[in-house]
């Protein structure tokens, strides 16, 4: 008895230290919550995804701040936040200014940049071409019945009212997909102007945020304007079809256009920073973008650090669900491969901070 007794007291402490090794290992990092901001575009998909969150497995609060891609990454910069949000790639010169190392462009949505407009006595939806889209936008074409407007919109009544142009007064990703369109439709506004998630408006007036164009175009009379699609159609806001890579079409923008935008490109870079607009295809919506979470590659707080990245791989895993029910794609199963390793490539002291 006494032997059987010992035998057993040995097998228990042989897995004692293994069980409290393994809940160790899968224990939920200390930190329940977390600070981000940036891209207005994606606010109304992680204002759902942040919602569902914290029910999650080893969920926590997020805070993200809708103020713009720009701010978004000066706020990561400048360690304000966890994490920053961008629908424009950050480019080498701002990578250059982190005091922290290597910073990671982690895709979470891609969506449609609608371009929006005011014409209460225009029932037809319009259809308009990259270049009349540049002439508008470089005050180049003044007034609704013009020529060039009327000649891909043959049978609509075309008012004799003036165009309000409303573009983003803030620093915003949205402004970088829009401009970067232009630029590769039009060699002028390439020329003049340029792209950017800041540009020198040729002409118009500014608005602050997605919602802010959104409302401003809303409430203007002639207005012209570009916001994410969830915004325009939240707000009961007219849009235009807009003439595909090919030009044989006029293409509105929905999940599945934006999606086949998506499947054109060809050549995706390491370290994901690329644009796809204007991308062959019958059915692409030509205006199309996606949205990065950016973060640093070496996480100063582990136990923070590990929360982010459970966080992070949640919304390009589970939260994907939310996506498409908000008009935004969820993410082809290649750049979820792509997100998976930026995700793995985070590091908390000399571990991974994600653990599957």
Sequence with gaps: MLSLMILLAACGGSEGPSSTSDTAQKSCPATKALNGGGSTFVNPLFSKMFTEYPKAACGANVNYQSIGSGAGINNLLQNIVDFGATDAPMKDDQLAKSKNGPILHIPVTLGAVAISYNLPDVSERLKLTGPVIADIFLGKITSWDDPKIKESNQGVNMPKQPITIVHRSDGSGTTGIFTNYLAVISPEWKA?????????????????????????????????????????????????????????????????????????????????????????????????????????????????????????????????????PLTYVPLPDNIVARSEAQIKAMKCGDAPCYAA
């Design 192 to 324: 003049k102007v340029g792209a950017g998630t800041t540009v020198n408006w040729p002409a118009g007036v500014g608005g602050k945020g997605n919602e802010g164009v959104a409302a401003a175009v809303k409430n203007t009379k002639g207005g012209i304007g570009y916001s994410e699609l969830a915004y325009v159609l939240k707000n009961n806001i007219s849009y235009a079809a807009v003439q595909n890579a090919d030009g044989n079409t006029f293409v509105e923008p929905t999940v599945a256009t934006t999606k086949a935008d998506a499947a054109g490109v060809k050549t995706i870079p390491d370290d994901l920073r690329f644009y796809i607009v204007n991308q062959p295809g019958k059915d692409s919506y030509p205006v199309s973008g996606f949205v990065w979470v950016v973060a640093y590659q070496n996480q100063m707080n582990a136990d923070k650090g590990r929360a982010l990245a459970n966080m992070l791989w949640w919304v390009t895993h589970d939260g994907q669900r939310y996506s498409e």
